[in-house]
Nanobody, 118 residues
């Protein structure tokens, strides 16, 4: 059974940094595609970053150069390092898993709130 648990969210001032973690179980990160999505109030969920089973990464234009997705296979954990945060980054951040590499993220965590405000 695949389970994902996000942590690391919180309140941060503009320009600050946070690192989100997604602790996974029931999957092998070396064989899974993983992603971070976010959903702001009143908006649809949007893709933030992905990392494939091969370790290739991709980012939304709005976060390129500021966010970094990475993984630690031994800990079965995926990270999202967020720097130079802006108020428009405020959202609930979700971790998604695609263990079948089908192109669809079938498993989700409960989300972690990130608020960027002075």
């Amino acid at each position: 059974q695949v389970q994902l648990v996000e942590s690391g969210g919180g309140l941060v001032q503009p320009g600050g940094s946070l690192r989100l973690s997604c602790a996974a179980s029931g999957i092998d990160l070396r064989r899974s595609h993983m992603a971070w999505y976010r959903q702001a109030p009143g908006k649809q969920r949007e893709l933030v970053a992905t990392i494939t089973s091969f370790g290739n990464t991709n980012y939304a234009d709005s976060v390129k150069g500021r966010f970094t997705i990475s993984r630690e296979n031994a800990k079965i954990t995926v990270y999202l390092q967020m720097n130079s945060l802006k108020p428009e980054d405020t959202a609930v951040y979700y971790c998604g898993a695609d263990p079948r590499r089908s192109g669809r993220y079938d498993y989700w965590g409960q989300g972690t709130q990130v608020t960027v405000s002075s």
